[in-house]
C-alpha cells in the first residue's frame, strides 16, 4: 500500500483517482455520518449542493427520510437536522435516509466519489478504517482532509495522521508514505493523542464551534474507537 495524505480536495490530484479514498472531516460531517449509521440510519447521501438535495430527497418517502444542512457551523433553516452528532439519536434517525450538505465534508466526497471504494472516517471508527486497510490491503490510498473552504484544518490532519500511524503500525513494510504529508500527520497524532480534545479546541475551526457553543460536540468528535461502524459508499455520494 502506497499511502497519501491531502489536506483539502482542492490538494487532491486532478485527472487521477486512487483505489480507495478515505474522506476525513472530524468536525464534524464524518463523525456525524459515522454516529447516523451507528444509529442505526439507513443510509447517508451526501450533497455539495443544497438544491440538488431538496430535489432527490423530494424522490424519497417524507416519512423515510430526514434533510440535514449546515452552513458556517450552523444548521440550515428548513431543514430537519443540523450537523451536530449529538443529535443523531437512534429515536431520530434509525431507518431513516439522511440526505446531508454541509460547507466542506461533503465537497470532500464528491472530489473522490468516482474512486472504486470510498470510506467516511473519524475518530470514533478508527479500528474499523484501519482493520479494513489492512485486510484489504489497496495499491494506493488516499486520505483526504476536507479542510474550511479551500484551506487546511489541523484536526483533519490529526486523524489522517491516526490512520496513518496505525495502519504503518500494523502492515509495516506493506506500507509506504506516498507523500510527506502522510508522515507528518503521523508525527502530529503521536504528538496529540492523549490531548487530541484540546488540539481540536486550539485549531481554527474548533474555535468556530466553540463561539457557537458546541463544547460537547468537541469532546465527542475527539473520542477514539467508540463506534465499530465502517461507512462504505455503495453508489456515487451514497454511504
Ligand atoms: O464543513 C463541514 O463540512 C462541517 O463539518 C463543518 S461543521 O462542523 O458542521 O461546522
Redesign the pocket.
Known sequence: MKLYTYHTPELTPDGQLPECAIVV?I???TTTIVTALAAGAEAVEVFADLDKLKSRSAEHPPELCLRAA?RG?APVAGFDLG?SPLDYTAERVSQKRIFMS?????RAFQRVQAAPQVIAAAMLNLAAVVNYLSETNPAEVWIVG?G?EGTYSLEDTACAGAIAHEIKTALGDKCEWGNDESLAAACLYQQWRDRLEELFKEAT?GQ??LKLDRHADIAYCASIDTHKVLPIQTSPGVL
Do not use: F, I, M
Not at 454541509?102 to 461533503?106: C, E, Q
Open positions: 472531516d468536525l464534524r460531517a449546515e457551523g450537523n454541509t460547507t466542506n465534508g461533503t476536507s474550511w475551526h468556530r464551534l
